[in-house]
């Protein structure tokens, strides 16, 4: 009896699943067909949101209806929808294809969404437009609404998943290329972030508090009849950490980064256009201008980039941008125009120095995992005497000997030692009177020091020669791990 009874319930649950999901087609499949006469009797509105304004420029709305239809369930079930990779590890993002349509629901009201793209013979482009298809009767009901909710969803999307790019201007301009967008993407991948860096923890916060009261200050900036921009010169030597905290204001900010090369832009109102092209929230990055302004390398005018950093063109462009400098040496700079450096052009000014005991400890930290050990002591003391290297050797150092953070250590103090060896041979030189500064000394002499931050260039050969000898001594003692770093050296 009790077998009797099982095997009914079982077959009876078998033939409701069957029944469940025979009937959930079937109500899908009448829906369908539903909209289908639907759509054929009812009266529609077609709207465009096009990707480009009237001025060429970026329709911001355009991008707001990309990341919302992207967000939305219905692309699962919408035809040609594309599978990209995602950020994380194993994730798909789906994205809406070229002429494809997004059925969307809104207060009860259907509409569907077509990406329509077409080539322009004449200028050689691609046209991008969203066509919105909305019923006569819902459009006056819903639309003011819809367009809210687009851009808060849109919002809320991007604040909870924005993948920050890396734009480049890889291109010079030529006659076939004008009418294109110059700059090429890619994803930004640097890994540094704020907490990585190592500054001092002081200056850390100021830089930190400083970029985020930027970003609630729009309605101060416009008060004030301002853009909404603020310019940073960051400072130092070579290898001092001032790319990667490029990346890691961008990290903290959300910003995409764009990225001048001047040597590619061939005059000021190429400089203009390329700016023209940037988006708002985004950081416009001119790396090693001391050298573009010195060495005359670029076509750009110094009146062309005062303009761009005054913000003159950018005001043109949206709002909401941070323009970043570096330079080895300001010196130059002041030399030449000290105007380029005046309050209002540049507001924060941040030095990146070579390593010092604190930057020391933060590198321990992050590359060794240290926080503390008996040689930081002697480390301490070698700081004292002046002897310093770059954050990038020092780095460099501890992660070619990450698998013995005793080695890294000797290693650092080794290093730091060749360091104050080879200073006080130079500034011996210079007591002597050997060198002469004019352009015949300086190639002679280039193998002792070569001039501007890169005066440790033979130091660290030497410092490479000193790692082999205490790798290849350790390595009788440490066994398997030594594998390891030797591979390390030769990355
Ligand atoms: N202050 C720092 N904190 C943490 N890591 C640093 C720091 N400075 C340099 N590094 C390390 O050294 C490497 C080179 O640094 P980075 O390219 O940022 O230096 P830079 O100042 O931009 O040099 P350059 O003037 O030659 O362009 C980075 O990969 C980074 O890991
Ligand atoms: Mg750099």
């Known amino acids: 009896m009790v077998f ?7 077959v009876f649950l078998f033939v409701s699943v069957r029944l469940f999901l025979y009937r959930t087609v079937l109500v899908h499949r ?19 949101v096009p ?15 990309y ?35 997004v059925v969307d629901t809104f207060l009860g009201a259907r509409v569907s969404w077509t990406n329509r793209v077409e080539w322009i013979e004449e200028t050689n482009v691609s046209k991008k437009t969203f066509l919105l ?9 819903i639309l003011q609404s819809y367009i809210q909710h687009i851009y808060r969803a849109s919002e809320d999307v991007e604040s909870r998943c924005k993948e920050l790019k890396l734009y480049m201007n890889t291109t010079t301009l ?10 090429s993407c890619v994803r930004l991948t640097h890994p540094a972030t704020i907490e990585t860096i190592a500054m001092d923890s002081d200056l850390k916060k100021k830089v930190k508090s400083d970029l985020e009261s930027f970003l609630k200050s729009k309605q101060y900036y416009h008060r004030l009849g301002r853009v909404w921009k603020r310019s940073y010169l960051l400072y130092g030597p070579s290898g001092t950490g001032k790319s990667s905290f490029i990346a890691a204001m961008a990290k903290l900010l959300s910003y995409d980064v764009y990225e001048i090369d001047l040597s590619k832009v061939v005059d000021d109102s190429d400089l203009k256009t390329l700016l023209l092209r940037t988006k708002t929230k985004s950081l416009i990055v001119v ?10 390398s670029t076509t750009v005018t110094i009146t062309g980039l005062l303009n761009f950093m005054d913000g003159i063109i950018t005001s043109c462009c949206g709002d909401e941008k941070l323009m970043v400098f570096t330079m080895n040496s300001k010196e130059q700079i002041e030399k030449i125009d000290s105007s380029i450096l005046r309050p209002g052009r540049i507001d924060v000014h941040i030095h990146f120095p070579l390593c010092n005991f604190n930057s020391f400890k933060t590198l321990a930290s992050n590359c060794l995992g240290l926080k503390d050990h008996k040689l930081f002591h002697q480390v301490e003391e070698i700081f004292h005497t002046g002897s310093t290297i770059s954050p990038a050797e020092m780095s460099e150092i501890m992660i070619a000997n990450r698998g013995s953070p005793n080695r890294a250590l000797k290693s650092v103090i080794t290093a730091l030692q060749i360091n104050g060896d080879a200073r006080k041979t130079v500034s011996r030189l210079h007591h002597d009177d050997v060198l002469t500064m004019d352009d015949s000394s300086m190639t002679e002499t280039s193998n002792v020091f ?5 005066c440790n260039v033979p130091v660290v050969k030497e410092i490479q020669k000193l790692y082999g000898l205490i790798r290849m001594k350790s390595s009788k003692k440490i066994g398997p791990s030594d594998q390891f770093s030797g591979s390390m050296e030769r990355s």
């Open 4 to 10: 009797f009874l099982l095997l009914f319930s079982i």
């Open 30 to 48: 009448l829906k369908k067909w539903g909209n289908w006469i639907e759509d054929r009797v009812c009266d529609h509105q077609l709207l465009k």
């Open 51 to 65: 990707e480009l304004d009237e001025n060429n420029q970026e329709n911001m709305f355009y991008r707001k209806v």
């Open 67 to 101: 990341t919302y239809l992207n967000s939305l369930s219905t692309i699962e079930d919408s035809d040609n929808t594309n599978l990209i990779s995602g950020k994380k590890l194993n994730s798909i993002i789906l994205c809406v294809d070229d002429d494809q349509t």
């Open 133 to 141: 298809k909305v019923k006569k009767r819902d459009k006056r009901r």
């Open 174 to 183: 030529t006659d076939d290329n004008r009418s294109k967008n110059r700059w």
């Open 287 to 296: 790396e090693d201008l001391d050298r573009f302004i010195t060495s005359k």
């Open 450 to 454: 070569v001039m501007d931050g890169n």
